[in-house]
Antibody
């Protein structure tokens, strides 16, 4: 069974940093492009970032470019999202998903507030 | 960016009755490989989105056959033949033909 489990969310002050993780199991993680998608409270879904299967290519939404970094450890079947210079508008549930978009994690909540 | 427009914003449906949701994209979702990258998700309250339909009309594993998808190019429809209580939540369409992935604004389905 495919499983994606996010962790690392929490309450952080504006300007602070967080590192999200997404642990994958049940499939060959190293063969899949991976994505982060976020959802602000009561709002819709917004794509954040994508990384290719070996980590050599990454792309970001304009709203997070230069502040967020997506990476992966294929030896540990884990996807990461390093979030720096956090803003209140980054407050959201963050989901990881695999290419094919068939499996999403349960999400991890990031709250940016003073 | 491709804009995805869903209608209606909300639906109130009597159990056993059909429901239909429209999704329109600002550009064709037909790729050069012949596939059309349009997906439908249901987000039940307090849960993450779950895939219902991929590539316009293919039901994902375990999805009941009362759900069906149709359409081509830029116009797509999700139909529920007989709504059940467990179908409540917000339905989203998503395009996967190009980055950024973009989603419709959602259609909230509730039971009368």
């Amino acid at each position: 069974e495919v499983q994606l489990v996010e962790s690392g969310g929490g309450l952080v002050q504006p300007g602070g940093s967080l590192r999200l993780s997404c642990a994958a199991s049940g499939f060959t993680f190293s063969s899949y492009w991976m994505y982060w998608v976020r959802q602000a409270p009561g709002k819709g879904l917004v794509w954040v970032s994508r990384i290719n299967s070996d980590g050599s290519s990454t792309i970001y939404a304009d709203s997070v470019k230069g502040r967020f970094t997506i990476s992966r450890d294929n030896a540990k079947d884990t996807l990461f999202l390093q979030m720096n210079s956090l803003r209140p508008e980054d407050t959201a549930m963050y989901y990881c998903a695999r290419r094919g978009y068939d499996s999403w994690g349960q999400g991890t909540l990031v709250t940016v507030s003073s | 960016d491709i804009v995805m427009t869903q209608a209606p914003l909300s639906l109130s449906v009597t159990p056993g009755q059909p429901a239909s949701i429209s999704c329109k994209s600002s550009q064709s979702l037909l790729y050069s490989d012949g596939k059309t990258y349009l997906y439908w998700y249901l987000q039940k309250p307090g849960q993450s989105p779950q895939l219902l339909i991929y590539e316009v009309s293919n039901r994902f594993s375990g999805v009941p056959d009362r759900f069906s998808g149709s359409g081509s190019g830029t116009d797509f429809t999700l139909k529920i033949s007989r709504v059940e209580a467990e179908d409540v939540g917000v339905y989203y369409c998503m395009q996967g033909i190009q980055l950024p992935l973009t989603f419709g604004g959602g259609t909230k389905v509730e039971i009368k």
